[in-house]
């Protein structure tokens, strides 16, 4: 348990990190960010950012518990 916690605060901390040097936008998003304006921009790449890694993290949750469950039935 204490060390499925620890991966999971390292993950989080880098998602927390990454999200502030990270531009995750398109030619077509940066075009159409650029004349929103400097706030909404920002709020259109957290947003990019946010639909982007929520399938990494579905897809993690259920790789994790495939694993726990394999872990579990070679014991």
């Known amino acids: 348990m204490k060390k499925s916690a620890l991966i999971i605060l390292f ?3 880098i998602m927390l990190v990454s ?5 995750a936008q398109c030619s077509l998003c ?7 304006g400097e706030k909404p921009a920002q ?3 957290s947003g990019i ?3 982007m890694m929520m399938p990494f993290a579905i897809v993690g949750f259920i790789g994790f518990r495939w694993w726990k ?7």
């Open 30 to 36: 940066t075009k159409t960010a650029q004349q929103m």
């Open 49 to 51: 950012l946010y639909l």
């Open 11 to 13: 993950f989080l901390q």
């Open 19 to 23: 999200q502030f040097t990270v531009e």
């Open 69 to 75: 469950q394999n872990k579990a039935t070679e014991e």
């Open 43 to 45: 709020g259109m790449n």
